[in-house]
C-alpha cells in the first residue's frame, strides 16, 4: 500500500528543505567510502599499536589488505542494569567473526549514565548533554579508521541517540546496533506509583519506598516501563538499523544470544568490500525518519525524542522541525498503551506481538513508509516478523495477524486515539511540547493561576508545607538547556500526582523534561525560548491566569498579551548550580547549547 498523502507530505517539505544539507552530507560520506579504511596505508607504527595486543593470527589478517575489522562500541558498565549485559558482548561479537573468517576489535566505550539514579540529583544536569558527548566519543573510538564497520552497544536514554550521531559522522561505515533488551517483569509500573505517592504524602516510609523500587528495577536488563530507554529500541527497529525483533527480548536468554552473534555477521556483509553495501548514512534518510516520528507516535514514546530525532536527523544532513513531529502526530493513530500510558510493560507489549505486528499494521495502513533500505535488506515489511529459535538456529517468522493483547496493542482499524501520543504546543508563552497519551481527556484542558517556582525544589517545598491548595498551572522555569542542562524534573510527578488525585486541576509548564515517564499530569514541557533567554516564561507571575489545551495544541496566557510581554524579565542566580558533580567541566556546553526546538544541541 501506498504510503498516506498526510506522511508523503511531511516527507517531501522535509526533503525540500533538506536538499541541499543532505546532499553535502552524502558528498562527504561518498568520499569517505572512496578513501576506504586505511589499515593499508598506516605506517607500520601505526599499525603495529593498533594490533598489538592481537593474537598472532589476528595480527596476520589485520596486516593484509582484504580481511574484515569490525569495531565494537561499548556502553558497557556494571553500575546499571540495562548496560551489565554488555560485558558478554565482545566476546560473543568477536567469535562470531572470527568463524567467517574476520576479525573484531572494541573500538572504544562510551559513558552510560541512568536519569533513574540521578534523578533530582546535581548529576542529572549533565544528562543531556551526555548524549553529544557520547556521539564524540563514538567520533574518538572510530578514528583509529581501523575498521569496516561497526556494532554499537547501547540501550538507554542520551547512549543511543549519541551512539547514532556519532555513527552518522562516519556514516560511510556499516552500522548495526544490538540491544540488550529489557528486565523481565517486577512489581507492576502502576503499583509502583502508587507507593512512591504515598510516600510523598507521608504515608508509608522510606523502607516501603525502597522495597517496592527494587521490586520493579530487580534485575539485568532496561526498566520495563516505555521511557526514553525502550523508545530507543523501537526507533532502531523501525528505522531499519536492529535486526528484525531484537528490541525487547530479554538478556541471558539464548535468543539475545542469538540475534547478538547475526547483528555482527550482518553487519560485516554489508561493508564496502562486499557486494551488499550498506552504509548507515544511506538507510538514516528522511523515509526512515518520517518511519521513527510515526512509530514514536504510534506508541506513545518519549517525549525526549522531540529532541533527540531533531539531532540525529541534523547529523545525516536533515531538517526536521516540531511541526513536522506535530502533523505526523494528527495523521498516526496510538496503537499501544505501554505504562506510563497504561498498566501493562514491555514485555507485554512484544509478547502482544510487538514491533513486528506494529510494523504490519502501520505499513498495511499506509502510515509507514516501505521502500527503505536496513540492515535486513530493502524494504520495511521485512520487520513484519518475529524472531525465533527453531532447532537452536535463529529463525524470522511472519508476525500474527491478531494482537495476543488487544488492550495492549491494537490495530489501525481500532485505535486507542486516533491521533499520536505527542502534541505540540504554541500560544503567547511560546513553543513547548506535551505528551498526552497517558494523560485522561478530563484533564486534557486546565485553566488556571499559575503558581511560579524557579526550580523542582521549591514545588516540592511548597507541597511538604501544605501550601498548594487549589487548582493551578505550576510553572517551573530555569530549568532548561542554557540555564542548567535541562535536567528531568521526574521527582515533581509524584506531588503533582497526589493534587490531581484531591480533585484540583493541576499541570506543568517548564522549560525543563519530564521525559518519557511524564504520567497523567499533564506537562507542557521544553518550553522555548527558555527562561535565561528571557522568554515569556520568565515573565510570568503568580497568580497569572493561563489556559493548557492539549486539544487544540495551544498554550496561552490570559490577559493583557502586550503588558506580559513588557515585563522585565526574572533572573535567577544558577552559578551555585553550575558546579560540583562535574557540572563546572560543561561551561562551554552550557554557553553553545542550542533550543529546544532545534535539538538542545551543542552541534550547530
Not at 81 to 96: E, G, V
Not at 532 to 543: A, E, F, T, Y
Not at 544 to 558: Q, S, V, Y
Request: charged content about 20%; aromatic content about 6%; some cysteine.
Amino acid at each position: 500500500m501506498s504510503v498516506r498523502q498526510a506522511i508523503q507530505d511531511v516527507t517531501d517539505r522535509i526533503a525540500a528543505r533538506s536538499r541541499d544539507t543532505r546532499l553535502d552530507y552524502l558528498n562527504r560520506l561518498e568520499g569517505a567510502r572512496e578513501a576506504g579504511v586505511n589499515r593499508t596505508v598506516l605506517s607500520c607504527g601505526n599499525l603495529a599499536h593498533a594490533f598489538a595486543a592481537c593474537s598472532p593470527a589476528e595480527k596476520a589478517q589485520l596486516a593484509g589488505s582484504k580481511s574484515l575489522n569490525l569495531g565494537i562500541v561499548t556502553s558497557y558498565n556494571d553500575m546499571l542494569s540495562a548496560h551489565q549485559p554488555y560485558q558478554f558482548y565482545p566476546d560473543i561479537i568477536k567469535q562470531a567473526v572470527r568463524e567467517m573468517g574476520s576479525t573484531a576489535q572494541v573500538a572504544g566505550g562510551v559513558p552510560a549514565m541512568c536519569d533513574g539514579v540521578t534523578q533530582g540529583q546535581p548529576g542529572m544536569d549533565l544528562s543531556l548533554f551526555s548524549r553529544d558527548v557520547i556521539a564524540m566519543a563514538t567520533a574518538i573510538s572510530l578514528s583509529h579508521n581501523m575498521f569496516d564497520a561497526a556494532v554499537y552497544l547501547g540501550i538507554c536514554d542520551k547512549i543511543v541517540p549519541g551512539l547514532l550521531i556519532g555513527a552518522l559522522t562516519f556514516g560511510h561505515l556499516p552500522a548495526v546496533f544490538v540491544p540488550a533488551g529489557p528486565m523481565p517483569s517486577g512489581m507492576p509500573n502502576d503499583e509502583k506509583s502508587k507507593i512512591r505517592q504515598l510516600y510523598m504524602e507521608g504515608k508509608v516510609g522510606r523502607a516501603e519506598l525502597l522495597e517496592a523500587e527494587s521490586k520493579s528495577y530487580h534485575s539485568a536488563g532496561t526498566c520495563t516501563f516505555y521511557g526514553t530507554a525502550n523508545s530507543n529500541q523501537m526507533l532502531m527497529e523501525i528505522m531499519g538499523l536492529h535486526l528484525p525483533g531484537a528490541s525487547f527480548v530479554n538478556p541471558g536468554t539464548p535468543l539475545r544470544d542469538a540475534l547478538t552473534r547475526e547483528a555482527a555477521v550482518r553487519a560485516l556483509s554489508l561493508s564496502a568490500q562486499g557486494n551488499n553495501y550498506t552504509p548507515v548514512g544511506h538507510i538514516v534518510d528522511v523515509k526512515a525518519i518520517v518511519n521513527g516520528l510515526v512509530g514514536l507516535h504510534a506508541t506513545g514514546g518519549s517525549t525526549n525524542h522531540t529532541m533527540h530525532l531533531i539531532a540525529i536527523a541534523a547529523a545525516a544532513g536533515l531538517q526536521v522541525t516540531w511541526d513536522d513531529m506535530s502533523d505526523l502526530s494528527d495523521a498516526t493513530p496510538l496503537l499501544a498503551r505501554v505504562y506510563p500510558n497504561g498498566v501493562a510493560d514491555v514485555n507485554h507489549f512484544h509478547a502482544a506481538g510487538g514491533m513486528g505486528f506494529l510494523i504490519q499494521e502501520l505499513l498495511a495502513s499506509g502510515h509507514l513508509h516501505e521502500d527503505v533500505k536496513t540492515v535486513w535488506g530493502n524494504g520495511l515489511s521485512n520487520y513484519a516478523v518475529e524472531a525465533k529459535l527453531i532447532d537452536d538456529k535463529l529463525a524470522f517468522e511472519a508476525s500474527p495477524k491478531e494482537s495476543a493483547l488487544p488492550k495492549v496493542l491494537t490495530t489501525v482499524a481500532t485505535p486507542f486515539q486516533e491521533t499520536g501520543g505527542l502534541k505540540l504546543l504554541s500560544g503567547n508563552l511560546g513553543r513547548s511540547v506535551i505528551k498526552v497519551s497517558a494523560v485522561k481527556p478530563e484533564h486534557r484542558v486546565i485553566e488556571a493561576p499559575a503558581k511560579v517556582f524557579h526550580g523542582q525544589e521549591g514545588l516540592q517545598a511548597a507541597f511538604k508545607a501544605g501550601e498548594l491548595t487549589g487548582d493551578m498551572i505550576a510553572v517551573v522555569r530555569f530549568s532548561g538547556p542554557k540555564a542548567l542542562g535541562m535536567p528531568e524534573l521526574h521527582k515533581l510527578t509524584p506531588a503533582l500526582g497526589v493534587l490531581q488525585d484531591r480533585g484540583f486541576k493541576v499541570a506543568l509548564l517548564t522549560d525543563g523534561r519530564m521525559s518519557g515517564a511524564s504520567g497523567k499530569v499533564p506537562a507542557a514541557i521544553h518550553m522555548t525560548p527558555e527562561a535565561v533567554n528571557g522568554g515569556p516564561i520568565s515573565k510570568i507571575r503568580d497568580g497569572d491566569m493561563i489556559r493548557l489545551d492539549a486539544n487544540e495544541g495551544t498554550l496561552t496566557f490570559l490577559g493583557d498579551e502586550k503588558e506580559l510581554l513588557a515585563r522585565t524579565p526574572a533572573t535567577e542566580d544558577l552559578r551555585s548550580q553550575h558546579f560540583g558533580m562535574g557540572r563546572e567541566l560543561f561551561a562551554g556546553f552550557r554557553a553553545m547549547v542550542g533550543v529546544a526546538d532545534k535539538g538542545a544541541s551543542v552541534f550547530q
